[in-house]
């Protein structure tokens, strides 16, 4: 590694973040423990892992777990505006190279993630948050294949041209590298629910070249960070961004999926009046009954006063919603990418910086609306997303994930084929089971007779599979 084989903001943050570090360290007893466990094993050693997530202080104490287990890691954020400036200056200060700046252009997001994948002996491994690592590789090695049509032609979005250009800049600097990086790659870790849609819809065309970790849908994730996660951070980027009263305000919740269920929960808490849009009958159920209003997005439009897409689908809220809102309406999405909003539709509407990550457009007429994080999500955009708590789970179930990955592809017989698995449920128990003593839980253990009785191991797994929490 060069001296210098990192692009961050400014080295001198770097005190400041590992401060936040050792602060994050006390809050994350999963990671923690998994240091304890296996620093002497090193089970990652020869892993020279690739990670693209979003470059936080909670991130940081995941990388510093990875290379703790004896993995090399070259990182990048997953998002233009996620990066914590200081935590990755301390991760770049810790001889780790890391790229990633907050408010990063489109272009420097696919440069940094090829930059990320430069190890001098090649990558051999992804951790990824919302697959663009593995979008990367897979698009490359099939352009090199002789699907050049692929990176041609008029893109479909700023976001296409700008991967589209990378690719290109990569084939041209160093031919073949695509094909011997897809070679190399022995599987992927996935974080978030979009995410491991396209990894799913991967193996569904037969495209999936290596094994991969759901790690999203381990139950100590999705139903932890996706939902108490953004219980806690979607009204901290609301009001950071805007300071607006929540309390009275009616604000619209899109989607109750995990995410949606932790942000309506977010603002009831606030004092907010929730309404919640949904498409699919038993998240619509369940938002009823527990004691929401659920109505269309045409409904609520023209009277509501926050607006947080949390789908994972796209145009939820598009140009018509927008000309319909409230003067002073507020928009935003904690979903992973910024599709859910229609924002490039709004290139012809009057545009206000008032600070980073937050813009007013004036619409013909004088009517005005308050847009965070240009539809990025607002929770890492507008604020520093999830506490390290609950992140601690997540990326405890990451390291599990990277090492289930790396050990099998040294193993003779292998576990894993090219499909996409989850962790075993008694991991997940371990996870829940490390974060238990840091907030005093007790748990009851159960007598062999009442184990038997219920048909479960006394030591669990203590569901079975088709349970769901
Ligand atoms: P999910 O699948 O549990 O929930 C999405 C919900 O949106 C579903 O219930 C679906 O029926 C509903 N939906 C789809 N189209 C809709 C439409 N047009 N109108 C109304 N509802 C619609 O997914 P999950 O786990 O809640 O994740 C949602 C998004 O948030 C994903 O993109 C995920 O990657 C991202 N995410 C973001 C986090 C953050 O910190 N910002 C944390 C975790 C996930």
């Known amino acids: 590694m060069s001296a210098h084989d990192y692009i961050i903001k400014d080295i001198k943050l770097a005190d400041y973040g590992r401060k936040e570090l050792d602060i994050a360290e006390t809050e994350m007893p999963g990671l923690m423990a998994l240091r304890e466990e296996f620093g002497e094993s090193k089970p990652?050693?020869?892993?020279?892992?690739?990670?693209?997530?979003?470059?936080?202080?909670?991130?940081?104490?995941?990388?510093?777990?990875?290379?703790?287990?004896?993995?090399?890691?070259?990182?990048?954020?997953?998002?233009?505006?996620?990066?914590?400036?200081?935590?990755?200056?301390?991760?770049?200060?810790?001889?780790?190279?890391?790229?990633?700046?907050?408010?990063?252009?489109?272009?420097?997001?696919?440069?940094?993630?090829?930059?990320?994948?430069?190890?001098?002996?090649?990558?051999?491994?992804?951790?990824?948050d919302g697959g663009d690592a593995t979008l990367y590789v897979l698009l490359g090695a099939r352009v090199e294949a002789g699907e050049t049509d692929l990176i041609e032609g008029e893109p479909g979005s700023e976001e296409e041209a700008a991967i589209f250009a990378q690719i290109k800049k990569r084939l041209a600097a160093s031919p073949g590298w695509f094909t011997k990086t897809h070679d190399d790659i022995v599987g992927v870790s996935e974080e978030t629910t979009t995410g491991v849609h396209r990894l799913y819809?991967?193996?569904?065309?037969?495209?999936?070249?290596?094994?991969?970790?759901?790690?999203?849908?381990?139950?100590?994730?999705s139903k932890f960070d996706n939902k108490y996660g953004c219980k806690e951070s979607l009204v901290d980027g609301i009001r950071r961004a805007t300071d607006t009263m929540m309390a009275g305000?009616?604000?619209?919740?899109?989607?109750?999926?995990?995410?949606?269920?932790?942000?309506?929960?977010?603002?009831?808490?606030?004092?907010?009046?929730?309404?919640?849009?949904?498409?699919?009958?038993?998240?619509?159920?369940?938002?009823?009954?527990?004691?929401?209003?659920?109505?269309?997005?045409?409904?609520?439009?023209?009277?509501?006063?926050?607006?947080?897409?949390?789908?994972g689908n796209k145009d939820v809220i598009r140009l018509e919603h927008m000309r319909e809102m409230k003067d002073m309406a507020i928009v935003g999405n904690i979903g992973h990418f910024d599709n859910e909003i229609q924002v490039a539709a709004l290139n012809n509407i009057q545009m206000t910086n008032i600070k980073d990550q937050v813009d007013m457009y004036t619409f013909p007429?004088?009517?005005?609306?308050?847009?965070?994080?240009?539809?990025?999500?607002?929770?890492?955009?507008?604020?520093?997303?999830?506490?390290?708590?609950?992140?601690?789970?997540?990326?405890?179930?990451?390291?599990?994930?990277?090492?289930?990955?790396?050990?099998?592809?040294?193993?003779?017989?292998?576990?894993?084929?090219?499909?996409?698995?989850?962790?075993?449920?008694?991991?997940?128990?371990?996870?829940?089971?490390?974060?238990?003593?840091?907030?005093g839980v007790k748990l009851t253990e159960m007598t062999k007779e009442q184990a038997d009785y219920i048909g479960v191991p006394k030591q669990g797994p203590y569901k079975p599979e088709h349970y769901r929490y």
């Open 201 to 221: 819809e991967l193996q569904r065309e037969g495209r999936l070249p290596f094994p991969a970790i759901n790690v999203n849908d381990s139950v100590t994730k």
């Open 44 to 128: 990652l050693a020869g892993a020279r892992i690739v990670g693209s997530l979003h470059m936080t202080v909670q991130t940081a104490v995941l990388i510093e777990t990875l290379t703790a287990l004896g993995a090399d890691v070259r990182w990048a954020s997953c998002n233009i505006y996620s990066t914590q400036d200081h935590a990755a200056a301390a991760i770049a200060a810790s001889g780790v190279p890391v790229f990633a700046i907050k408010g990063q252009t489109l272009e420097e997001h696919w440069d940094y993630l090829d930059k990320s994948f430069l190890f001098p002996e090649g990558a051999n491994i992804i951790l990824d």
């Open 365 to 439: 007429g004088g009517k005005r609306m308050i847009l965070l994080s240009q539809g990025r999500l607002l929770n890492l955009g507008n604020a520093t997303g999830h506490p390290s708590f609950v992140m601690s789970a997540s990326f405890t179930n990451q390291v599990l994930a990277q090492i289930e990955l790396w050990e099998d592809s040294k193993a003779s017989s292998k576990k894993y084929a090219n499909e996409v698995y989850m962790l075993p449920k008694h991991l997940d128990e371990k996870v829940a089971r490390l974060h238990l003593e840091k907030i």
């Open 249 to 311: 305000k009616t604000a619209v919740v899109l989607g109750y999926g995990d995410v949606g269920k932790g942000s309506a929960a977010s603002l009831k808490g606030a004092g907010a009046r929730v309404k919640v849009t949904e498409v699919d009958p038993i998240c619509a159920l369940q938002a009823a009954m527990d004691g929401f209003e659920v109505t269309t997005l045409e409904d609520a439009v023209s009277t509501a006063d926050i607006f947080v897409t949390t789908t």
